[in-house]
């Protein structure tokens, strides 16, 4: 790493679907592939808004997006057979400001399987009621992330081959942690797309958050938060007994999360973090 002075089991025959949550449902059987579910979500602030969740079991992955009531376009990507999950961010730029149309933000960090169903399930979820609005039924503790590793775009495909398509408005600001980079780099991934961003004079805690920095040329720490509303995050299982006295478990629901994230990165100037003088 470089451093940079930038930055079903057995089942009845006649059930072919399996209720999830109200609404809901997960086919028994059906083909893999790419499948996409739409169903409306209440925001935290009490607001609804659409939310797509796509599903490719073929190549292992999920993904999620959303637009905030400002025009925000939020998006979540599993990369389940890299264990990378990417977090893009598409913010409205402020004209009068001096700034571009847009804002593009990607943030990289390692997947743990854990975190949310797997691909296979994803594709096969169904809604009874698309004009139903869903909310969490766990709200999960809010993430605190420190992003002291830049990304070269032009070699992140070696990390995860979904980078290149989700993180293409980026370019410059795509942003992961070094602990994460040690990760990757015990699989065998080329460390030499991560460069560490600069430190003044020991670490990033030096820097004065942006909200406090006049000059918006000036280096600063810059903030970002994000949350994913609704999203399968778990399996359930229900149990039946067997003609022949054996207790089985069988998929039979998921339950959905809401989870909060607040990223810490280096930026050059201020200026390329202007909301966060309304936080």
């Known amino acids: 790493m470089r451093s940079l002075g930038r930055r079903v089991p057995h089942l009845p025959q006649l059930l072919l679907l399996l209720l999830l949550t109200p609404g809901l449902q997960a086919l028994a059987g059906g083909s893999s592939g790419l499948s996409e579910l739409k ?6 602030d009490g607001q609804v808004t659409e939310e797509s969740l796509q599903a490719d079991s ?5 993904s999620l997006e959303l637009h905030k009531p400002d025009g925000t376009l939020i998006s979540f990507t599993a990369d ?8 893009r961010a598409l913010i409205l730029g ?3 400001k001096g700034q571009s149309q847009f804002q593009a933000l990607c943030f990289i960090t390692r997947l743990h399987h854990n975190e949310i169903i797997p691909s296979e399930a994803m594709a096969k979820l169904r809604q009874k009621n698309p004009r139903a609005v869903r909310q969490a039924e766990e709200v999960r503790g809010l993430e605190q992330l420190h992003m002291d590793v830049a990304v070269n775009f032009s070699k992140a495909a070696w990390l995860s081959p ?3 398509n989700v993180c293409a408005e980026a370019l410059e600001a795509i942003y ?5 980079v040690k990760f990757w780099l015990e699989r065998g991934v080329d460390g030499s797309m991560f460069e560490a961003l600069p430190s ?10 942006c909200r406090l920095v006049g000059d918006r040329w000036k280096p600063c720490l810059c903030h ?3 949350s994913l509303a609704w999203y399968p995050c778990l399996l359930k299982y229900c149990h039946s007994r067997e003609p022949s006295g054996r207790l089985s478990s069988y998929k039979c629901g998921i339950r959905s999360c809401q989870k909060s994230y607040n990223f810490d990165y280096y930026v050059p100037q201020k200026q390329l973090c202007l909301w966060d003088e309304d936080t």
């Open 39 to 44: 169903v409306r979500v209440r925001l935290p």
């Open 58 to 62: 073929d190549a292992d992955c999920i």
């Open 80 to 87: 389940f057979k890299r264990d990378v999950k990417i977090f």
């Open 94 to 96: 402020e004209l009068e």
């Open 162 to 164: 979904h980078i290149h």
């Open 176 to 180: 992961t942690r070094e602990e994460d």
């Open 200 to 209: 003044q004079p020991d670490d990033l805690s030096s820097l004065r958050r």
């Open 224 to 226: 970002y938060g994000l």
